[in-house]
């Protein structure tokens, strides 16, 4: 199972136009589960050239990064997670007042309906109830990340599994409302894997 954190600095989602490339959930000064995956500021700083090389645009990341840190700061608990789309970053926020602030730094502000906080419980949820069922389901969810698109979470599903994971959490509601996206996974993440 792949839970990243990332300690170093505030979340930072990089994606191309078409797909993220990479998503890191806040460490929100907590120390990752034990077994989890962390990622590094090299590890993102090379996905972000790789998305960048996409499409075909040179974004400071730096500066990005910096930007992001500052708007998590002044946003506090109104902060939901921030990515680069199109070497744009976009800042997500729980309270509608923030999104001047968010594009007063420079970035392109959304409104979501769940917190960090919220979004985070509900991967712990989803872990829970993966827990409880029998294999092949129970080893078929490979990674959770938060999805900046539409404001929940997604889940990394075993390619042959992954119908039958999708139904079973609409009928057992794991985490209420907040929206679960799926996509196939090649398998659980190992440390060789992310080299």
């Known amino acids: 199972m792949n ?3 990332r300690t170093s ?6 994606a191309s136009s078409a797909t993220i490339a990479a998503l890191m959930l806040t460490g929100c000064g907590q120390e990752p589960a034990p077994g989890a995956q962390t990622s590094t500021s090299a590890e993102a700083s090379e996905s972000a050239q790789q ?6 645009s040179t974004v400071d ?4 990064l910096q ?14 997670q921030g990515w680069v789309k199109d070497g744009q970053l976009n800042v997500s926020t729980t309270n509608e007042k923030q999104l001047d602030a968010i ?4 970035a392109v502000g959304h409104l979501v309906q769940f917190s960090n906080e919220e979004l985070r419980s509900a991967i712990q949820e989803i872990m829970k109830w993966q827990g409880k069922q029998e294999n092949p389901v129970r080893s078929a969810i490979h990674a959770y990340t938060l999805n900046p698109e539409t ?11 992954l119908e039958e994971v999708q139904k079973l959490i609409e009928a057992d509601q794991p985490v209420g409302d907040i929206p679960v996206d799926y996509k196939p996974s090649g398998g659980i993440m190992t440390p060789a894997a992310t080299q």
């Not at 998305?51 to 075909?56: A, I, K, L, M, R």
């Not at 929940?152 to 042959?160: E, H, M, Q, Y």
């Open 3 to 5: 839970f990243q954190f």
């Open 9 to 14: 600095r505030t979340p930072m989602v990089l």
């Open 51 to 56: 998305s960048d090389n996409t499409n075909g």
């Open 61 to 64: 990341q730096d500066a990005l």
């Open 67 to 80: 930007i992001n840190d500052q708007l998590s700061e002044t946003l506090g608990d109104e902060y939901v």
């Open 103 to 106: 594009e007063a730094a420079g």
């Open 151 to 161: 404001g929940g979470i997604t889940l990394s599903v075993d390619k042959s599994q």
